[in-house]
T-cell receptor, first 109, second 113 residues
Framework: TQSPRHKVTETGTPVTLRCHQT?????MYWYRQDPGLGLRLIYF???????EKGDIPEGYSVSREKKERFSLILESASTNQTSMYLC????????????FGPGTRLTVT | QQQVKQSPQSLIVQKGGISIINCAYE??????FPWYQQFPGKGPALLIA?????SEKKEGRFTISFNKSAKQFSLHIMDSQPGDSATYFC????????????FGGGTRVLVKP
């Protein structure tokens, strides 16, 4: 699950998007989805407190204090961060499949 | 630099027709090629996937064709139904690199009744 599902905020304000999985998956990911660009990886985590940058980490940070929760933090939101944000998880075993949440629609005005 | 290029961006097909979506990749280290289906208001869901040691995989009306030498793969939706109307994404990943998915730009498919 992801929360909130929709958020409107002003430029310069801090924003935290949350993701919660109940599958005991080791890996968790944050993507942003923009028309024509598909999904692009922002950050991922392979364990509690462990993280790696994805393809577009600038302007974002993440936190994983518990295995089931992974947060995306925008320290100072900007208009170019208006997007759909998708969280995903992966067991880390033989299966390659990533499972996606429903997304958070973020609008920065 | 988009490592996975997807075409077309959109397509309209009549019910019962065949939908074909193509993807090309650059990184020969990719070892997993999934297709995801996304309905409005939902997150993407895995539809079908293929490994590079197989040239074709079929699941029901959905088939992936894979051409390793050309670095291309495609999704064929046979007997397209209105319920198949969705956005489809191809992707590629390398499990050794944390299974990070690199997605194509997406194809919006509309199946007309």
């Amino acid at each position: 699950t992801q929360s909130p599902r929709h958020k409107v905020t002003e430029t310069g304000t801090p924003v935290t998007l949350r993701c919660h999985q109940t599958e005991n998956h080791r890996y968790m990911y944050w993507y942003r989805q923009d028309p024509g660009l598909g999904l692009r990886l922002i950050y991922f985590s392979y364990d509690v407190k462990m993280k790696e940058k994805g393809d577009i980490p600038e302007g974002y940070s993440v936190s994983r204090e518990k295995k089931e929760r992974f947060s995306l933090i925008l320290e100072s939101a900007s208009t170019n961060q208006t997007s759909m944000y998708l969280c995903a998880s992966h067991s880390g075993s033989l299966s390659y499949e990533q499972y996606f949440g429903p997304g958070t629609r973020l609008t920065v005005t | 630099q988009q490592q996975v290029k997807q075409s077309p961006q959109s397509l309209i097909v009549q019910k019962g027709g065949i939908s074909i979506i193509n993807c090309a990749y650059e990184n020969t280290a990719f070892d997993y090629f999934p297709w995801y289906q996304q309905f409005p208001g939902k997150g993407p869901a895995l539809l079908i996937a293929i490994r590079p040691d197989v040239s074709e995989k079929k699941e029901g009306r959905f088939t992936i064709s894979f051409n390793k030498s050309a670095k291309q793969f495609s999704l064929h939706i046979m007997d397209s139904q209105p319920g198949d109307s969705a956005t489809y994404f191809c992707a590629a990943s390398k499990k050794a690199a944390g299974n990070k998915l690199t997605f194509g730009g997406g194809t919006r498919v509309l199946v007309k009744p």
